[in-house]
């Protein structure tokens, strides 16, 4: 309380920036979301960007089989490049708050099944061409064609028609009312580009534009003359370098080779706060890391001998020994406790080595459990694998490690292999992350769960507009996954970048890591 205290003052006794005031706010101890929540009028900006310079990256997920096309992105490397080039129509901020890009507002019509999005006038593209409605409906019907892989697909499944409405006027006709309609707006999936467009030339709205791109090495952008927002985009231009190995990523920190850095191994957070020179960027927030299994095949086809597993893991090992307390215990349910809909009364999975042996020997299964683990998934991905083995073993559980190297792990393993590690950034509501990984149909259902009174009860919670009512239905879906879904979810990892001290402006989000994938352009370099 102190501390709250003490920052209060600072506010009302001088000025101070909103930015300032949430970084120091972090620094002793809340969430992004939690300091924004506490920042009032009283405080007038103080921060004046700096301009110029050229920015480099070091982040991981990148593969050879990158591309432009938003629809095509798994994994940070090509979240975060391509958010340089392309914008969306919403944005969600520090504070969680949904906040209008590319679209001016948007209104619902009574019962929410029908929304009318102003889109902004003024933008252009890269190529010159003025933005319009039209390649909004072009660039989000680009994610809704039959063969379409886009993780978005889905989010637009309950779309029944989109449609330019006047020159500057999209309206979204849906087949049942959607409150969250705004926040998919913002889904990093949906960028908008020109008309007839397949995007992959990487034209789009963004304050910065392609000059290169090597898939899987690198990719290289130069600032946009015409960018329409005066408030994104203060370096000249920005290198984004594929650095998938953990301990090369700070290396390359450390060394000054690149000036901001995702995905820092919690181990190291001790050393980085020591230097003066660099940086450590944190906060808890959604992510979380997950070992999902296959529900399709043996022998995790079977409820009992996935319940085996859940019991099975040693938890709170697996944060202490790999997090290093910068994070939480996991719950087997997605949804972060700052959601309005999150469920805090679902029982508790517990590390219990008789419950794991009476669901395993239930199960019928005998044989082992081979699992495909790398830290290209997640930092310290093949340590809580290890542990996980450990624990498991003494319920009569044996689990095989199969340790597969980084590079190709999100083309090759994920989604394909039937029990691997994964991890989600999280989302701004509870139905867009359900909706994304566990219905059904989802593209991204990495454990291939299906179960029709999940799938059901979903599209009934999204058209229910009493927030009561809502409430109790996504307490029924977190417990269906809870329960019965094949995705263990261990650990809420709480986000950890890093920077050298030359970097300001960045603020952490509870979302998504690297400031909501959109760093490079709101931040600058100084000194």
Not at 58 to 73: F, I, V
Not at 430 to 440: C, N, R
């Amino acid at each position: 309380m102190g501390h709250w205290e003490e920052l209060r003052r600072g506010m009302q006794s001088r000025a101070i920036s909103r930015r300032a005031f949430i970084e120091r706010a972090i620094a002793v101890g809340a969430t992004a979301a939690a300091a924004g929540r506490l920042f009032t009028d009283e405080a007038v900006a103080d921060v004046t960007p700096k301009k110029g310079g050229h920015l480099v990256l070091g982040l991981n997920g990148a593969s050879a089989g990158d591309t432009l096309d938003p629809a095509n992105y798994t994994a940070t490397h090509m979240q975060v490049f391509g958010s340089q080039l392309y914008d969306t129509l919403a944005e969600v901020d520090e504070n969680v708050k949904l906040q209008p890009r590319l679209a001016e507002s948007w209104e619902p019509k009574p019962g929410a099944a029908e929304w009318v999005v102003k889109i902004r006038q003024g933008v252009t593209f890269h190529d010159g061409k003025p933005m319009t409605a039209a390649d909004v409906v072009h660039s989000y019907n680009h994610h809704r064609g039959k063969d379409s892989k886009s993780a978005a697909k889905e989010l637009l499944a309950a779309f029944q028609d989109i449609k330019a409405t006047d020159k500057y006027e999209v309206t979204i006709t849906l087949d049942g009312g959607n409150a969250d309609l705004p926040f998919i707006l913002n889904d990093y999936h949906l960028c908008i580009g020109p008309e007839g467009s397949d995007f992959t030339d990487g034209i789009g709205t963004g304050p910065y534009m392609l000059e290169k791109i090597e898939p899987g090495v690198r990719g290289l952008t130069k600032l946009n003359p015409n960018k329409w927002d005066p408030n994104r985009g203060f370096v000249d231009s920005i290198e984004t370098l594929a650095i998938n190995d953990t301990t090369a990523r700070l290396n390359a920190l450390i060394s000054g080779s690149v000036h901001i850095i995702n995905r820092v191994d919690p181990k190291t957070v001790s050393l980085l706060k020591s230097r003066k020179d660099l940086q450590v960027l944190e906060i808890a927030g959604a992510a979380h890391y997950t070992f999902p299994m296959d529900c399709r095949v043996a022998p995790f086809n079977n409820a009992d001998l996935r319940r085996a597993m859940k019991y099975a893991i040693d938890r709170e090992a697996i944060v202490k020994t790999v997090l290093f307390g910068h994070g939480l215990v996991g719950n087997d349910h997605p949804i972060p406790s700052f959601d309005p809909n999150f469920a805090n009364d679902l029982p508790k999975y517990t590390y219990d080595v008789d419950k794991a042996k009476f669901y395993w020997k239930k199960s019928g299964y005998s044989g082992p459990i081979v699992h495909t683990v790398s830290d290209g998934a997640f930092t310290g991905a093949v340590d809580a694998a290890q542990i996980f083995q450990a624990s498991a073993a003494k319920a009569g559980i044996n689990i095989q490690l199969n340790k597969v190297p980084a590079d190709g792990y999100w083309d090759n393993v994920w989604l394909k292999n039937p029990f691997c590690c994964s991890y989600w950034d999280g989302r701004p509501t509870a139905d867009i992350m359900l909706t994304t990984v566990y219905q059904s149909t989802a593209n991204w259902n990495e454990s291939h769960w299906s179960n029709p009174q999940f799938d059901k009860l979903l599209v009934e919670a999204r058209s229910e507009l009493d927030q009561a009512k809502r409430k109790q239905m996504y307490r029924e879906l977190e417990l269906l996954v809870h329960d019965d879904c094949g995705v263990i979810i261990p650990m809420f990892n709480n986000t950890l970048d890093a920077a050298s001290s030359k970097v300001k402006g960045f603020i952490p989000m509870a979302t998504l890591q690297m400031s909501g994938y959109r760093a490079p352009e709101k931040v600058w370099l100084e000194g």
